[in-house]
């Protein structure tokens, strides 16, 4: 593992208490727009584990960007995988699905995810225009480190 890798590793053991702490409690409106809590189980442990992310909600769509670098996203490779999603206090189920692999249609995922989420963008090195639209070169560069999970809610 990197230095990087282990300080943003260190960084998220810290932060991910406090994030799930504010989110349950009455104070959750100065994050629950732009982050959620996803619930899910361990591929291999079977585990519960529960994750503090930014999303991004399209009706009874839930979208989770990440990168390579992170491991949350891996048990998600086996496809519909049941999951819950804490949201402003209530929680929804849904079903997940992994976009992973450099094509168009993550491209154009991750693009409509940073024009709703422009602040994100910088987290994973993609450029923004004037519009804060993803720069097309920038997007190509990164997308091959990129995953995206999909939650359609029930």
């Not at 990087?4 to 208490?17: C, D, F, S």
Request: hydrophobic share 40%.
């Amino acid at each position: 593992m990197s230095v990087a890798t282990t300080i943003e590793h260190g960084l998220y053991r810290v932060l991910n208490p406090v994030m799930k702490t504010v989110l349950r409690s009455p104070l959750h409106r100065i994050a629950s727009r732009t982050i959620a809590l996803l619930r899910f189980r361990g591929r291999t442990s079977g585990r519960e584990f529960v994750t503090p992310l930014s999303y991004v909600r399209d009706d009874q769509t839930v979208w989770f960007l990440s990168n390579h670098s992170t491991n949350w996203w891996k048990n998600f490779r086996e496809g519909d995988v049941p999951v819950s999603i804490e949201i402003a206090r209530k929680t929804v189920n849904g079903t997940a699905r992994l976009w992973d692999g450099d094509t168009d249609e993550l491209r154009e995922h991750v693009s409509r995810y940073l024009c709703a989420l422009p602040r994100d963008a910088k987290v994973y090195g993609i450029k923004l225009d004037q519009n804060k639209v993803p720069i097309e070169a920038s997007l190509i560069k990164a997308a091959p480190t990129l995953v995206m999970v999909q939650v359609e809610l029930e």
